[in-house]
């Protein structure tokens, strides 16, 4: 196994300079590395072809365009964010003052999956580099092209002590667990971040992981269908089906069932065709996806092309919790759809497993609203909308339970790469004296 020790090492020196703390420094990094998306943006688009089949549409705006904006919204924001923060003290403690400071951990490590190749690298990057880190990047080997390209652009405008990419696989990766890293930003499958969190323990690193699961979407009967059927065909078909707060399953009213999957139907046939779909990422996950096929009837699409690694968007209906395709993650184009007459039994059947990612509610019930808010527990997700509260940089993006710990975008993205420093600055005026045994009057003894 290659060791990254040196690496780490002059990393971890370059910190010790102080110069990564510098705000100036920080925002002269986001700039850079802004210019950079915009000039290298024509190649990732490339590259994200080359990979996934990912249309210029979907890499502007799932991939580049949400970089830029995270970048806009830091640039603008991080000089407020680095001010230590004054907080209220008790009157116990009068004479003093409460503050917080955020502190950068040091060298960090960002690993990244293949789904969203370029975001979900650069995304996590922007909160180390915003908090005055140092970081060296793990971007997923399965988008080779993708990551050739990330970590091109990232040797032309830092010094490799300061940010640097590290290509490669699962042994790189775990390679690079076996350091001591101030701070680990995992995104990926459960089964892996369980391995990197166990890595991580060895030094105490503190870890992000942002994971996945099978999110839910609620149709009840009194949603708007048609908005409905567009959001939800836009939010599961949207990269294949291969991300990760895709509505996995739907669970929809039996009133209404027939009336939103025709309504469904119709939605991906306006937006999307085979061939200009986002491809499957490999043989080994279309051959598991596939295999979804056989279960349940297909009411829509379920034509594939091993070759191409393509998979219509399909709908399987007469599906119940016991089918295959309910027991793990989908992450592809594939949507079981569940009937439901009572709310209980939709809520009971969610919270017999893991906690989701995410949870989309179509109702225009308040009351439902809050039954479902208040009785079910998941990483984030919409009302009457799919995927979208990932792109509002204002609401903290993670998982609960299985599908993560800790959340970013936006400010959380600096606080997750960021130690909270607690000071309390004391007077030397007086002294209180009644903290001390045997003390009768300190006050005086100043
Ligand atoms: P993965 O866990 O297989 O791989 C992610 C990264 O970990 C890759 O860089 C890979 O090289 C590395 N890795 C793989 N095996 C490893 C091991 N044994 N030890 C150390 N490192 C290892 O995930 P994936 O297939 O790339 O991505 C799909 C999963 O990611 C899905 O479960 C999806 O829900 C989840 N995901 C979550 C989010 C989120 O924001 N919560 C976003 C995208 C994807």
Request: hydrophobic share 40%; aromatic share 10%.
């Amino acid at each position: 196994m290659e060791s990254y020790h040196s690496l780490i090492t002059s990393q971890r020196e370059f910190f010790r300079t102080n110069q990564t703390k510098d705000v100036a420094f920080r925002l002269n990094a986001l700039k850079k590395l802004r210019s950079a998306v915009k000039l290298y943006e024509r190649e990732f688009i490339t590259a994200l072809k080359t990979d996934l089949n990912k249309s210029e549409f979907e890499a502007y705006s799932t991939e580049i365009g949400i970089i830029l904006e995270e970048l806009r919204f830091t640039i603008s924001k991080l000089r407020s964010w680095v001010k230590p923060i004054k907080v209220k003290t008790p009157i116990t403690h009068i004479g003093s003052a409460s503050y917080v400071y955020s502190e950068p951990y040091g060298t960090t490590l960002i690993i990244s999956p293949w789904n969203y190749p370029f975001q979900l690298a650069a995304a996590p990057l922007i909160g180390a580099i915003s908090a005055g880190n140092c970081a060296i990047i793990k971007p997923s080997e399965l988008t080779p092209r993708t990551s050739q390209v990330f970590a091109k652009m990232i040797r032309d405008i830092f010094p490799q002590n300061y940010i640097t990419v590290v290509q490669g696989g699962v042994e790189t990766s775990q390679a690079l667990l076996q350091e001591e890293f101030g701070k680990v930003f995992f995104t990926g499958s459960i089964l892996v971040g369980k391995t990197v969190m166990e890595a991580a323990a060895k030094h105490l690193t503190p870890v992000t992981l942002e994971l996945g699961g099978k999110s839910p979407c609620i149709v009840h009967e009194d949603a708007s269908l048609k908005l409905a059927a567009r959001r939800i065909a836009w939010g599961k078909f949207t990269n294949a089906g291969q991300t990760c707060i895709a509505p996995d399953y739907l669970y929809v009213h039996k009133r209404i069932k027939d009336r939103f999957l025709a309504l469904l139907r119709e939605a991906i046939h306006e937006m999307y065709e085979e061939q200009s779909m986002t491809r499957i990422v490999s043989d080994k996950h279309f051959d598991r996806l596939t295999s979804f096929l056989k279960q349940g009837e297909i009411l829509l699409g379920g034509k594939s092309n091993r070759e191409m690694l393509s998979i219509e968007p399909t709908i399987l209906t007469d599906i119940t919790w016991d089918d295959r395709v309910m027991s793990d993650e989908i992450f592809g184009p594939i949507l079981p759809v569940l009937e439901y007459t009572a709310l209980d039994d939709v809520v009971e059947g969610i919270r017999k497993h893991p906690n989701p990612l995410a949870l989309y509610l179509f109702t225009a019930s308040t009351r439902i609203q809050n039954e479902v808010l208040n009785s079910i527990s998941f990483g984030g997700g919409c009302i009457n909308d799919t995927i979208y509260h990932f792109a509002n940089p204002h609401l903290p993006f993670g998982g609960v339970g299985t599908s993560g710990i800790g959340a970013y975008h936006g400010k959380n993205s600096f606080d997750v790469f960021s130690h909270k420093k607690s000071v309390l600055k004391q007077t030397t005026l007086f002294d209180i004296p009644f903290r001390y045994p045997h003390v009768k009057n300190a006050l005086k003894r100043i």
